[in-house]
């Protein structure tokens, strides 16, 4: 336990007031492709922390889900489907490669971002989506 407290304290890791919470994200982000089951779901609060050496180990607002589909279906299908919600609220597509599709969408002084996860095959029977809040006044995309 006390390594575990003087590890926090050296590496200066804080929950600043005011970070976003579940509250901030988006509706979109509960989108489930037709037929999805949901699997794990998982949310981490924003974090700022510098390491002993003055690296930046900061992580950002993350809610991150996996899910099964009852059966196996075409990556191009369940990245047109989102591709339609999130265009249709106004999301920016930022990628869409084998493997992964990301939107971004800026709140405020954040830029909330989307990503929906695959395998790189023509088909899937399993995905996961990763939605995350950036830094205050951080620019998008940096």
Known sequence: MAVALTAAAALGACRGPGGPTESDVRPEEAAAFPGATQLSRSFREEERARGVDGNDLSSEALLAR??????????????????????????????????????????????????VFTATTPTITEYATEYRIGFAGVEPGG
């Open 66 to 115: 996996r899910y099964r589909l009852a059966s196996p279906v075409r990556t191009a299908e369940v990245f047109d489907w989102y591709e339609g919600r999130f265009d249709d609220a106004g999301w920016i597509r930022r990628a869409r490669n084998p493997g992964f599709l990301t939107f971004a969408v800026l709140v405020g002084d954040r830029e909330h971002r989307f990503t």
